[in-house]
């Protein structure tokens, strides 16, 4: 009878010696060594690790399953835990006796499930991607319908066993063309990073702007701005950053929208999903920029500032207005303000 | 695994996303115009679906 077993019986379970029997045998002489934390050998998934310090702490394994689970989204200092677990304490034999050598062939297990886990969040992330990007592109169609066959196959192939695999594939590109689908995401007119400077009204392109991915800069502080002048704008932005550059003394009247993401108009703020934003309300008579602008995901920034540098992409997503490249959004929502209402 | 030899879980699995998928080709056929509300809860309800059928266990296929 091992220690656990013992430990688990309840006292009225032991079998107590009668009263008038005399103990032949001496009482076994207690073992001053603390208990040894081993990896179980019968209670494992991976390393036996979970399965080592449920027993020694005497909880339920699943809990630091869990709790291992848990950990990988904190920086993975729980799967650093397990390896140095794995490869350095010894498993045991079923007995409660450790069992010397074997340890590479768990840290090689470990490893192997580690690079299987990768790659399929590798692959389950690509699959997300793909089925975004080939929808933002204009062939959802198809890709919804390969959800839909994915679909078909799994419920034909349950009567024959089963292919669970196949729900992966599903889930991944169900998020992708989802996600595109929410976002009416259009990746159409390109990918990169491009920055427009007109120097004249006439050099704007009666089409507006327009990227697919990447980050789209137009600055049309170079623009000779005639008192009354009004210019309409629109430019688009599928997935990452749209930035408008205008002098500080043009109102920007806006009508900016986001599938998913953040805008920053002239100092104003709004993020979310399915967000708009309007700035600028009566700016007539005053030189003036009508911008319609849309990003299906990503970010919108409008900024009125004479000397703001808008060709740092690393400004990008950065929503610390502290007075850097962009200036700060109060001061921007206080020059619009002003623009609009000389 | 289900005694007539179905995997209930690939079954209800396979009707949910092929629902879903069926949503999503209508919006892209400009057929309907889903939220990104509607997209989420679609989505959920999806895969909550083919969660469920894993969790209620093999014991009930017993029964």
Not at chain 1, 37 to 63: E, N, Q, T
Not at chain 1, 81 to 104: C, H, I, K, N
Not at chain 1, 105 to 111: E, I, M, N, S
Not at chain 1, 250 to 274: E, I, K, R, T
């Amino acid at each position: 009878m091992n220690e656990r077993d013992d430990r688990d019986r309840s006292p009225g379970d032991r079998e107590e010696p009668a009263a008038d029997e005399v103990p032949t045998t001496p009482a076994p002489a207690v073992d001053p060594s603390p208990r040894r934390f081993l990896r179980s050998r019968d209670d494992r998934i991976i390393a036996g690790v979970a399965g080592g310090l449920g027993r020694y702490f005497d909880i339920d394994p699943v809990i630091i399953r869990i709790a291992f689970a848990v950990s990988v989204l904190f920086g993975g200092l729980g799967i650093l835990a397990y390896l140095a677990v794995a490869l350095f304490v010894p498993s045991d034999d079923g007995t409660g006796q450790p069992v010397e050598g074997g340890r590479g062939r768990d840290v090689a297990r470990v490893l192997g499930v580690i690079a299987i886990a990768i790659a399929v969040f590798c692959g389950f992330g690509v699959l997300v991607g793909a089925g975004a990007f080939v929808t933002g592109l204009g062939f959802g169609v198809p890709v919804a319908a390969v959800v839909v066959l994915i679909g078909v196959a799994l419920a034909v192939l349950s009567f024959r066993g089963g292919a669970r695999w196949l729900i992966v594939p599903a889930v991944a590109l169900s998020i992708g063309v989802g996600v595109a689908a929410a976002s009416d995401l259009d990746l159409t007119g390109g990918i990169g990073d491009r920055e427009y400077r007109p120097q004249t009204a006439a050099a704007i392109p009666d089409g507006g702007y327009e990227l697919g991915i990447g980050r789209l800069a137009v600055d049309l502080r170079g623009i000779d701005w005639s008192p009354q002048q009004v210019l309409d704008v629109s430019a688009r932005v599928g997935a990452g950053q749209l930035v408008v550059a205008v002098p500080s003394d043009v109102c920007v009247a806006a009508d900016a929208h986001a599938g998913a993401g953040d805008l920053v108009v002239a100092g104003q703020q709004a993020d979310g999903a399915d967000v708009d934003l309007t700035s600028g309300d009566g700016g007539i008579g005053r030189p003036m920029l009508r911008l319609n602008a849309d990003v299906d995901l990503g970010q919108i920034t409008v900024v009125n500032d004479d000397n703001a540098d808008i060709s740092n992409p690393n400004r990008q997503w950065d929503h610390g207005w502290d007075g850097g490249d962009y200036g700060n959004d109060a001061a921007m929502r206080a020059a619009n303000t002003k623009a609009c209402a000389r | 695994m289900s005694p007539g030899g179905v995997d209930r879980v690939s079954l209800v699995a396979g009707i949910a996303f092929a629902l879903f998928g069926g949503l999503l080709c209508l919006d892209q056929l400009d057929l309907i115009a889903l939220a990104p509300g509607i997209v989420a809860a679609a989505f959920c309800a999806a895969a909550g679906a083919a969660l469920v059928a894993a969790g209620l266990g093999p014991e009930d296929d017993d029964g």
